[in-house]
């Protein structure tokens, strides 16, 4: 795979760098060049406490492997009226696969501006540091074309991978993002409404690298908006991980909690 990358977004080299001097002085800033952007305005590397729903979630991990259920599975469990008994925390499943699940209150944000933040975030590197300016570090989207005239703002993020490099606890990887119709892993999107359900994002996941095509049908990020009885929403989000991709009791912690921060973000 090729790609032209503005200079604006050319990767700085880090192979000298200490880790904790990384951390410091590129980990939790913008780049002079992004100093100077409008959208440096909204800049907030502050993030919300982790709340108390979700800490007992995350210590009552790992939870029994018979709570979870694979990713094409899913259509059939996650669009259930109430919740899972896993709603926050992690677990291994009998496969080895790594099943995570966080559920976020976000009161007013709908599924359609949900949709238009994965359209509009992953096209360059500020507006990917602007979601979790803490942990995320690049971002670059192919296809990189944003004439987006007459598209929903699902078919602008439908049928594209995101390149991404972030810290997910306190290591930094490569991930490629996948983003593929939800009825391709079974999700039937007219009984939606029915469900008070706004939107799912759904995207295949590969740890440590870049990819288009190398995706092993097992990993998988979930995202559902859901409208709840006070006319509120809540995020569900759900994560699958490979052994053979990196799954693991560690990565279940810190992905948790990754997903916890950058979902609650104000």
């Not at 880790?19 to 100077?36: D, G, N």
């Not at 696969?97 to 599924?111: C, D, K, N, Y």
């Not at 439908?158 to 810290?167: A, F, G, L, P, Q």
Request: glycine share 6%.
């Amino acid at each position: 795979m090729s790609r032209s990358t503005p200079e604006s977004d050319v990767r700085p080299s880090y192979s000298t760098i200490p880790l904790t001097v990384k951390f410091v002085k590129i980990h939790a800033a913008a780049r002079p060049a992004e100093h100077a952007m409008p959208l440096f305005l909204y800049w907030n590397p502050n993030v919300q406490p982790i709340n108390e729903a979700f800490q007992k979630g995350l210590s009552s991990s790992p939870w029994a492997n018979a709570l979870t259920y694979t990713a094409h599975e899913a259509h059939e469990y996650f669009t259930r009226p109430g919740y899972d008994e896993l709603e926050n925390g992690w677990s291994i499943t009998e496969n080895g696969t790594l099943m995570i699940a966080v559920r976020s209150e976000i009161p007013q944000v709908t599924g359609q501006a949900y949709d238009w933040w994965f359209s509009w975030h992953s096209v360059e590197t500020a507006r990917y540091k602007l979601w979790n300016p803490v942990s995320h570090q690049y971002s670059w989207r192919e296809p990189q074309s944003r004439n987006w005239t007459g598209l929903s703002y699902q078919d602008r993020y439908i049928n594209t991978t995101s390149y991404v490099d972030e810290y997910v606890g306190s290591n930094a990887a490569k991930l490629s993002i996948g983003f593929i119709e939800p009825e391709s892993v079974g999700f039937d999107q007219s009984r939606w409404p029915e469900l008070n359900i706004e939107t799912i994002v759904v995207g295949q996941v590969l740890i440590g690298n870049y990819t288009e095509t190398a995706w092993d049908r097992e990993s998988y990020s979930m995202h559902q908006v859901r409208r709840m009885p006070n006319g509120y929403r809540e995020l569900r989000s759900r994560f699958w991980i490979a052994k053979s991709n990196h799954g693991s009791a560690q990565l279940g912690h810190d992905l948790a909690v990754h997903c916890n921060i950058e979902m609650t973000r104000k």
